[in-house]
């Protein structure tokens, strides 16, 4: 509440002290120190903190009292609390006002009592801290030994405590209550005691979270049982009802009168100077184990409750045993219920009792059973830590400084150091891959849907007995459940990115545009784009390029394509260096993002853009050759008329037939040994896949064979300069024989102007040309012969070089095994190597490198 | 900044208004004072159960503190 001023609970308490005794702050002080102690050992309320179920208690038991205009009343006024909003914890004042409820028709004693019982009951249930004694703290002491049965509330309601460190305020006398009180009393304040902390936080976690480190039995001393008056009367025989009184304490670990924790042998010893027969002894002894048994369980939730490095499914174990211990003391509180009402009845307990230690033996058979499964799986979890998840966090190391985008790769890595000796190479790498898969999915796909429903099987190690299956087959079922979720885990993430993100339509997308493959938009391209990558680089625009690119799609099949695609279809402009056209830096780009970016990295489409570079290459020679080619054909007719360039132009088209040759062979190469092998071991590998490693492996040896195969790795820096070169010369013979053609064309325009002149003045009845004409036109003629061999010189010279390049690109080919194809290709009539004694192979031959280009 | 907290004062004195009435309604005997540190406690996080027990606890003990002085004066 804002407006109050925020008091901490401690002087809050003592406030309450002194209000309702009505003695002032000094006076308090002991009521104060039991006051503190009953909170702070029932930190955690153990009802249902539902607001609705108080207020139809309340209801209810106004009804009870047959005050139903009061339970309306009373709903109205809720309703009126709610609508206020002020207080946050509603149902915990509400509860409170509840079990402070008194009807006024029977006596105050009764219901206090009853009420009293309940909450003693609920606080040995929901203290279940691991420690010394039970304090029994009767508030008033002067009268003890009169009103004995008052001490009845005091005893088991508190009768777990901790030792914890000094916080509180006040006075923390060692023996709170060694008043002039009756030796009952006296004794009972035995064994370390301290004032503890209030909690004063507002976060009332379950009690396993209360960070108060429990404190071992050897620490304290083994104080005695606060006496009842009762039991000192029963004389030298130990009575069942004292023994009972024991168990129930040594049920919960803590140490009885008579039944001691033997810390050397770690088991419940009666002490053999109590007179006991043998009969209870031994029962005494079986019942002894059930206190044994939740000591150790205890002592492992404690001690691992905590542990951070324990992991989610370890703290989810510890979580399970803790509920049914939780069980365990309910069953134990409501016995100890029991017992208070006999005392508070003042029944003889030694005659009538109805809680012998027989019947304590068949009641506590069942959870004997329990806690018996639960030690044993502790026992294993001792050895063993592990589950799944456990795994996964154990050895695996998550960057958190790495991006989404490359979290497939980057994030997680094995930590080899952290993998337990019994779990494969190959079982850690399923997980990591589980692991990875299920973050990948949350994170990158945004895929909310819970594990649980991808892996049914591994989820169950909430429950302790499905835990138990696993720890007991531990490798058998291990492997299977990494197994089981394995494939369940890579099956949905594949299904998620084919579904969701079209992993393999993008894959053929690319293999289409990227490389090529679809033929006619390529060829559509090129035409459009002809005339524009012809100018400078500088000269270009994107948008003109991407406007040209968006009418080749439009133009062709492409069109149909799934828009999708299309949109991520896009020019991309290298950078420019000095002296290049529009040919050296275009590219194509296909954008990729989210999740299929992790197939598709940067550095996959990086490869992806040196081999469009180097295709979109060779198809422009291809190309310029059928333009050569087409030019040819059509020229040839029409020089015809022109014998004297008969000679060059025949050069021309040897030239030109090789360089097609070449450039044919090239490509089928590429087309069919290169792309389309490596593409269809890459798809049956995709269709095969089971996990989104393998088609990322699968993808990575697609485009490493490419690569190398297109000689565009570093081994094969050479081979592909000379390539380079190659191309480059077909480029020159273009230019010249367009500079032939350009000069023969002129010369056979200007000849045919010439001729028609003539006849048309021949039809017009003069001279057909004169003599000045006549000589001029000859003059021209012999001039246009004269540059004919220096056509012809220059195109022996391109033809002379080419050839020689050609040679060499071949040598190095022969001397580079993976490339046979190639070299066989090229060369399958042996043209060359008649002509070049070197490219025969020798026995010898150590030129080049012999090593394989994977 | 008036007016919020004294509004903010208004809500709180209804609502401890209001829980008096439940608490009457109840027979809780808890008096205006008690009540007010009660709800601060629980507000606080304190656990209800564990507040009731002290409170019958210390009603006891006053109560027989009570009965015993009224005695010895008497005797």
């Known amino acids: 509440m804002a407006a109050l001023d925020q008091k901490s609970p401690n002087v809050l308490l003592q406030n309450l002290c002194c209000k309702i005794t009505g003695k002032s702050e000094a006076d308090v002080a002991h009521q104060f120190q039991y006051a503190v102690r009953v909170i702070g050992s029932n930190y955690a309320p153990t009802i249902e903190r539902d607001e609705f179920l108080v207020s139809e208690k309340i209801k209810k038991e106004l009804l009870k009292q047959r005050r139903e205009a009061d339970a309306a009343l009373f709903s109205e006024l809720h309703r009126k609390l709610q609508t206020q909003g002020v207080l946050k914890h509603r149902w915990s004042i509400l509860y409170l006002l509840l079990s402070l409820c008194e009807d006024p028709r029977k006596p105050s004693n009764r219901v206090c009592s009853y009420g009293a019982l309940l909450t003693q009951a609920r606080d040995v249930h929901s203290t279940p801290f691991y420690y010394a004694r039970p304090q029994s703290l009767p508030l008033s002491y002067p009268e003890r030994s009169a009103t004995a049965h008052n001490s009845s509330m005091a005893t088991s309601g508190i009768s777990s405590m901790g030792v914890f460190s000094i916080n509180g305020p006040g006075p923390t006398p060692p023996s709170l209550l060694t008043g002039p009180g009756p030796q009952a009393v006296g004794e009972s304040m035995r064994g370390s005691r301290l004032a503890w902390t209030l909690p004063v936080s507002s976060s009332p976690s379950g009690a396993a979270a209360a960070p108060r480190p429990p404190s071992g039995p050897s620490s304290s001393p083994a104080p005695k049982l606060p006496q009842r008056q009762r039991r000192d009367e029963d004389g030298t025989e130990i009575g069942e009802a004292a023994l009972v009184r024991d168990i129930l304490y040594v049920f919960q670990g803590i140490d009885g009168k008579f039944i001691k924790m033997c810390s050397p042998e770690n088991c419940y010893k009666i002490d053999s100077k109590v007179p006991l027969c043998k009969s209870l002894r031994d029962t005494s002894s079986r019942l002894a184990e059930l206190g044994w048994l939740h000591n150790k369980i205890r002592k492992y939730t404690d001690s691992h409750s905590l542990d951070r490095a324990f992991g989610l499914v370890g703290q989810s174990f510890c979580a399970a045993l803790h509920q049914e211990l939780k069980e365990y003391y309910r069953l134990l509180s409501v016995l100890h219920a029991q017992l208070q009402v006999e005392d508070d009845q003042g029944v003889n307990m030694s005659v009538d009792s109805s809680l012998t230690l027989r019947r304590l033996l068949v009641w506590t058979y069942d959870p004997k059973v329990r806690l018996k499964t639960l030690a044993a799986l502790v026992d294993y979890c001792q050895d063993l830590h592990l589950t799944i998840e456990t795994c996964v966090q154990f050895f695996v190391a998550s960057d958190p400084t790495v991006k989404t985008d490359r979290l497939w790769h980057d994030k997680y890595s094995l930590r080899k150091s952290m993998i337990p000796a019994f779990i494969t190479m190959d079982q850690a790498r399923k997980v990591l891959l589980i692991g990875k898969s299920i973050n990948f999915l949350h994170q990158v796909c945004h895929d909310r849907t819970p594990p649980g429903k991808i892996m049914p099987a591994s989820k169950s190690t909430d429950s302790p007995k499905d835990a138990s299956v696993l720890f007991t087959d531990l490798e058998g079922a291990f492997q299977s459940k990494i197994d089981a979720a394995y494939f369940e885990t890579s099956k949905y993430l594949l299904d998620v990115l084919n579904k969701n993100y079209q992993l393999l339509e993008h894959l053929q997308a690319m293999r289409r545009y990227v490389l090529l493959g679809q033929g006619d938009f390529i060829r559509h391209l090129m035409d459009l784009l002809k005339p524009e990558l012809a100018r400078a680089a500088t000269t270009l625009y994107q948008h003109n390029l991407t406007g040209i690119l968006e009418t080749a799609v439009r133009a062709t099949n492409a069109q149909f394509d799934s828009p999708e695609i299309l949109k991520r279809l896009d020019v991309r402009l290298l950078e420019v260096s000095p002296g290049d056209t529009g040919w050296d830096v275009f590219s194509l780009d296909y954008h990729v993002e989210g999740p299929i970016a992790t197939v598709f990295t940067r550095e996959c489409m990086s490869h992806y853009l040196r081999v469009f570079n180097f295709l979109w290459r060779a198809k422009r020679m291809e190309y310029i050759l059928t333009d050569i080619w087409k030019g040819q054909m059509c020229n040839a007719k029409l020089l015809k008329s022109m014998p004297e360039l008969s000679g060059v132009l025949h050069q021309c088209h040897v030239l030109a037939s090789e360089m097609v040759h070449f450039i044919h062979q090239m490509q089928y190469y590429i087309t069919f040994e290169v792309l389309e092998c490596s593409w269809d071991e890459l798809w049956n590998k995709v269709q095969q896949a089971q996990d989104l490693d393998h088609i990322i492996a699968a993808h990575d040896v697609f485009l490493d064979s490419i690569i190398s195969r297109c000689l565009l790795d570093v081994n094969n820096r050479p081979l592909l300069n000379q390539l380079r070169a190659v191309f480059d010369q077909i480029i020159e013979f273009q230019n010249a024989q367009d500079t032939l053609y350009r000069s023969a064309l002129e010369e056979l325009q200007l000849r045919i102007q010439f001729e028609d002149k003539k006849r048309q003045r021949e039809e017009m009845g003069e001279w057909g040309v004169t003599a000045e004409q006549e000589a001029e036109e000859n003059r021209r003629v012999q001039e246009f012969k004269d540059t004919i061999p220096k056509m012809c010189s220059q195109l022996r010279l391109l033809t002379h070089f080419y050839q020689g390049i050609v040679q060499e690109f071949l040598r190095l080919l022969m001397s580079d095994e993976s490339l046979q194809f190639l070299s066989f290709r090229l060369d399958f009539n042996e043209h060359y190597k008649a002509r070049d004694p070197r490219l025969r192979p020798s026995l010898g031959a150590t030129r080049g490198r012999r090593s394989a280009n994977i | ?75």
């Open chain 2, 1 to 75: 900044m008036a007016s919020p907290a004294s509004a903010n004062m208004n809500a709180v004195r209804e609502t401890m208004d209001v829980l008096l009435e439940i608490s009457r309604l109840l027979n809780t005997g808890l008096d205006m004072e008690s009540l007010s540190i009660c709800v601060r406690l629980c507000e606080q996080g304190i656990n209800p159960e564990a507040l009731s027990s002290v409170i019958k606890e210390l009603r006891k003990a006053s109560d027989s503190l009570k009965a015993s002085e009224n005695g010895t004066s008497q005797g």
